[in-house]
């Protein structure tokens, strides 16, 4: 069952590596958002608790690569299994075809099976990743220091700009979290 | 009376991440908030360095991810400790225990 378990796992870690690298970065983000938002809660201006959240987080693009470099040993990893699976398919297949008759079938339906592997594995590797063309940047510190709304801090010149989330009263997220807080006592 | 913030020790992060989970799904800031509250405040997580250390224990298969809501209906990444995270907690528990109290009886006798 472990092994089986594995092989899941792995194909898994194949199956997100496109998506995994904006996820990285959602990821952190989201973790210096909640600072932020707690530190507002906790009485600092918008523009303080965003500085605060970053202070403590870290060099956020060092750390966002360190996380993109583990993921990508981790599938490299992974590759290297399955493709080490297609291989000792590939062997089983050709053992039992020139083992007998009887079991000719089960060879060359193990052959086939290994083929195709490999095949999907040539066409993974080789297929470029039409989701990297709307790769979400990382935010640079700088952006994150003088931005005021949160949900748009990350998007630089290099990826279209969402237009930002007012109100009708005209008001960024941040300005809505302050009202809040204000009105309910509190961010909770 | 405020006390001194002190850096974790090398390699026990790890370990501290999953006594954290042992409870159920955290995601990251829950699992800073987490260490840093149960220590009373002593043991201050640096919290960008929570990251790597999480995705190095998801790569050894001892924690997995899940996308969420967050109580705040935000998407967060939740982790959880997988049995083989438990089995790994165990063992480093009891290293951990071997170790402090080894540490305790130098310190007694010296």
């Known amino acids: 069952m472990t092994i089986i378990k594995s092989i899941l796992r792995r194909l898994g870690a194949t199956r997100q590596s496109q998506s995994a690298g904006r996820e990285i970065d959602e990821e952190l983000r989201f973790h210096v958002e909640m600072r932020a938002r707690d530190n507002i809660a906790d009485g600092l201006s918008p523009e303080d608790a965003v500085a605060d959240a970053m202070r403590r987080f870290g060099d956020f693009d060092q750390i966002r690569d360190v996380c993109e470099e583990i993921r990508k040993e981790r599938l490299a990893g992974s590759m290297k299994a399955i493709k080490g699976c297609a291989w000792v398919i590939l062997g089983c297949g050709l053992t039992l075809k020139m083992s007998s008759n009887i079991v000719s079938a089960v060879g060359d339906f193990l052959i086939l099976i290994a083929l195709l592997w490999r095949l999907l594995i040539h066409l993974r590797e080789t297929q470029p990743d039409r989701r990297r063309v709307l790769a979400f940047e990382p935010p640079p510190p700088s952006v994150i220091h003088t931005i005021g709304d949160l949900s748009v801090s990350g998007f630089t010149e290099n990826t279209p700009k969402p237009v930002p989330t007012y109100d009708k009263n005209g008001r960024t997220p941040v300005e809505r979290l302050i009202s809040d807080e204000s009105s309910d006592g509190g961010v909770k | ?110």
């Not at chain 2, 799904?25 to 840093?36: C, F, K, M």
């Not at chain 2, 997995?64 to 935000?74: D, L, P």
């Open chain 2, 1 to 110: 009376m405020a006390q001194p913030k002190q850096n974790l020790i090398q390699g026990t992060l790890a370990m501290l991440i999953l006594r954290s989970l042992a409870r159920g799904p955290l995601h990251g800031y829950e699992i800073a908030q987490r260490i840093q509250q149960s220590s009373e405040d002593v043991l201050k997580v640096e919290e960008g360095s929570l990251y790597p250390a999480l995705y190095r224990l998801e790569g050894q298969g001892w924690v997995e991810a899940e996308w969420g809501a967050s109580e705040n209906n935000r998407r967060a990444k939740y982790y959880k400790l997988t049995r083989a995270g438990r089995k790994q907690l165990a063992v480093e528990t009891s290293n951990w225990e071997r170790l402090a109290e080894a540490i305790a009886k130098v310190l007694q006798t010296a």
